[in-house]
Antibody, heavy 121, light 106 residues
Framework: EVQLVESGGGLVQPGGSLRLSCAASGFTFSSFWMSWVRQAPGKGLEWVANINQDESERVYVDSLKGRFTISRDNAKNSLYLQLNRLRAEDTAVYYC??????????????WGRGTLVTVSS | DIQMTQSPSSLSAYVGDRVTITCRASQRISTYLNWYQQKPGKAPKLLIYAASTLQSGVPSRFSGSGSGTDFTLTISSLQPEDFATYSCQQSYTAITFGGGTKVAIK
């Protein structure tokens, strides 16, 4: 059974940093692209970033480039998201998701339950 | 960026009703369109991908259609476990989601 479990969320002050983790199990982690998606309170889902199997390709939503960094450790079956220079508008539940390509259509076929990041003084 | 607009933003329906949710893209996206179901505190779940392909394990009462800019998700006979929020997502250019449609009990 595929499982994705996020951790590392919490309360952080504006301008602060946080590192989110996602522990994967039930599939060959090193064979898949992985992603982060977030959802602000009462808002829709927002894609954040993708990373390929060997970290040679990383893609970010334009609005977040330079502040967030996606990475992975295949030996530990783990995905990470480093969040820097945090702002109040970064307050959201952050989801880890497995990314799949179906004839060019990119889809998220498994998701975790998310970890809440609250940016507030 | 491609904007995805869902309608309605919320609806209420009875168990057994046929429910249709619409997703419109701000430009043509072929069939690069997926649908997800989300319940509070749970992981989002993929229902339909590539506009009309049912994800493995998803009940056949769910179906998707459309291409270009206009897409629909249909639940043929609403079940108690289907009360949730549904979101569309495009991947033609970058990745963007619709704002979601909350389906509530009438």
């Amino acid at each position: 059974e595929v499982q994705l479990v996020e951790s590392g969320g919490g309360l952080v002050q504006p301008g602060g940093s946080l590192r989110l983790s996602c522990a994967a199990s039930g599939f060959t982690f090193s064979s898949f692209w992985m992603s982060w998606v977030r959802q602000a309170p009462g808002k829709g889902l927002e894609w954040v970033a993708n990373i390929n199997q060997d970290e040679s390709e990383r893609v970010y939503v334009d609005s977040l480039k330079g502040r967030f960094t996606i990475s992975r450790d295949n030996a530990k079956n783990s995905l990470y998201l480093q969040l820097n220079r945090l702002r109040a508008e970064d307050t959201a539940v952050y989801y880890c998701a497995r990314l799949r390509d179906s004839s060019g259509c990119l889809l998220f076929d498994f998701w975790g339950r998310g970890t809440l990041v609250t940016v507030s003084s | 960026d491609i904007q995805m607009t869902q309608s309605p933003s919320s609806l209420s329906a009875y168990v057994g009703d046929r429910v249709t949710i619409t997703c419109r893209a701000s430009q043509r996206i072929s069939t690069y369109l997926n649908w997800y179901q989300q319940k509070p505190g749970k992981a989002p779940k993929l229902l339909i991908y590539a506009a009309s392909t049912l994800q493995s394990g998803v009940p056949s009462r769910f179906s998707g259609s459309g291409s270009g800019t206009d897409f629909t998700l249909t639940i043929s006979s609403l079940q108690p476990e289907d009360f949730a929020t549904y979101s569309c997502q495009q991947s033609y250019t970058a990745i963007t989601f619709g704002g979601g449609t909350k389906v509530a009990i009438k």
